[in-house]
Structures are given as C-alpha cells and as structure tokens.
T-cell receptor, first 117, second 113 residues
Framework: KAGVTQTPRYLIKTRGQQVTLSCSPI?????VSWYQQTPGQGLQFLFE???????NKGNFPGRFSGRQFSNSRSEMNVSTLELGDSALYLC????????????????FGNGTRLTVT | QKEVEQDPGPLSVPEGAIVSLNCTYS??????FMWYRQYSRKGPELLMY????GNKEDGRFTAQVDKSSKYISLFIRDSQPSDSATYLC?????????????FGKGITLSVRP
C-alpha cells in the first residue's frame, strides 16, 4: 500500500503570498489531519477533516484553511504568508476520525517544507 | 505550563549505550501515551503505544509510564547508529467521539559508531 503522499516537498514563497499544499492519504483512509512542525513549537495540530467536513481545529489564525475532497484527498491553504509560517507541514491520515491512536493510528507523510522569505 | 514537556537535547551517545528519553505532562486526563520516531526528512512514525502505568517492551525499546508522577520514558538498549533520529512523545485523551493528541517538541538523538 502506498503511504501518505504530500506535494510539493519544498516550497519557497515571499511574504504576503498564498500557498496551497496537497495531501493524498493512504487508500481507504477517510480522515486527514494537518500539523505544523517548527523547532520552537514542535508539532502543532492545525485541523482534521473527515468525509469532507472539518471535525477539529487547532489554535491557528484564519489565514490557515483546508478542505477535503470526496476521494479523501486534502489541501491546505495559507494566505498572506508571514515569515513565521516557515515550517514543515505534515499531513497524517487514519482510517476513522478522532477514534484515538489505538483504534485508528495516524500515518504521517514526509511533509512539505515551506520557506517564507 | 505546557501540557507536555520533553527534554530538549540534542543527545549524542556512543553505539551500544543505553538511552533514556523522558517527558512530563500536566494534564491528568491523558489516557494514552506514545513515542514517535522521525528520521531526517521524513514524517513521524509510531514506535511505541501504551495506556497503563508500567513497562512495555518491544525488542530493544521499553516504554515506561508513571501516571502518579505524570512521567513517561523511552529506553533504548544497545543503541545503534540506525536509532539516530528525533523522538517525540505524545499523549492522548479520548472522550466519546473525540480525541486530542498532544506532542512534545522532540529530542534529537545521535548514536556515534
């Protein structure tokens, strides 16, 4: 089975621009979560989607948004980029939503490294 | 106070050493405890999972949980260069149809040949 695929692997953007990141979950997985990873804050939860609906949201500004398509693929958008948005953005898929790691463990992709200059 | 605190590192040990990685937490509602391993330029992968106080062994790895002290540890015996990675602890609370997973910041381990 193919793992979680994230594209692109690397992105360089300028402050003020917007960016869209893509995530294809493992086949059969219906839940997709997004995380931001930085050296200072570690791994922080952005949001979770299941059946095209946002189920949970972390504590990030409205510039961060996402969506999920009917084939479970997901995209994340960041508008009006700031220097502090430079980070590794990780997508994780699981069979079901919010069932806990025992029942439905997360499988992470290798991330998109976003650099904002 | 952060919900999950992890020793910041980095940590460098010689091959064959016993490694001890630690996390503390403040939220007594956490029920499940995990360790993830993240190799350079890769995403985290689940390494160990436990839900009760005590020890859980898997090969060279032992996860230890002390709920009374709100403290978890990961021990690596006979460490190998292939163990060089970032290790993240994670804690989870599951209530009904909702779960919340909180990660530590991670510690980077380097095992020298």
């Amino acid at each position: 089975k193919a793992g979680v695929t994230q594209t692109p692997r690397y992105l360089i953007k300028t402050r003020g621009q917007q960016v869209t990141l893509s995530c294809s979950p493992i086949s059969g997985h219906r839940s997709v979560s997004w995380y931001q990873q930085t050296p200072g804050q570690g791994l922080q939860f952005l949001f979770e989607y299941f059946s095209e609906t946002q189920r949970n949201k972390g504590n990030f500004p409205g510039r961060f948004s996402g969506r999920q398509f009917s084939n479970s693929r997901s995209e994340m958008n960041v508008s009006t980029l700031e220097l502090g948005d430079s980070a590794l953005y990780l997508c994780a898929s699981s069979l079901e939503a919010s069932r806990g790691s025992y029942n439905s463990p997360l499988h992470f992709g290798n991330g998109t490294r976003l650099t904002v200059t | 106070q952060k919900e999950v605190e992890q020793d910041p590192g980095p940590l460098s040990v010689p091959e064959g050493a016993i490694v001890s990685l630690n996390c503390t937490y403040s939220n007594s509602a956490f029920q499940y405890f995990m360790w993830y391993r993240q190799y350079s330029r890769k995403g985290p992968e689940l390494l160990m999972y436990t839900y009760s106080s005590g020890n859980k062994e898997d090969g060279r790895f032992t996860a230890q949980v002390d709920k009374s002290s709100k403290y978890i540890s990961l021990f690596i015996r006979d460490s190998q260069p292939s163990d060089s990675a970032t290790y993240l602890c994670a804690m989870e609370r599951v209530t009904g149809a909702n779960s919340k997973l909180t990660f530590g910041k991670g510690i980077t381990l380097s095992v020298r040949p």
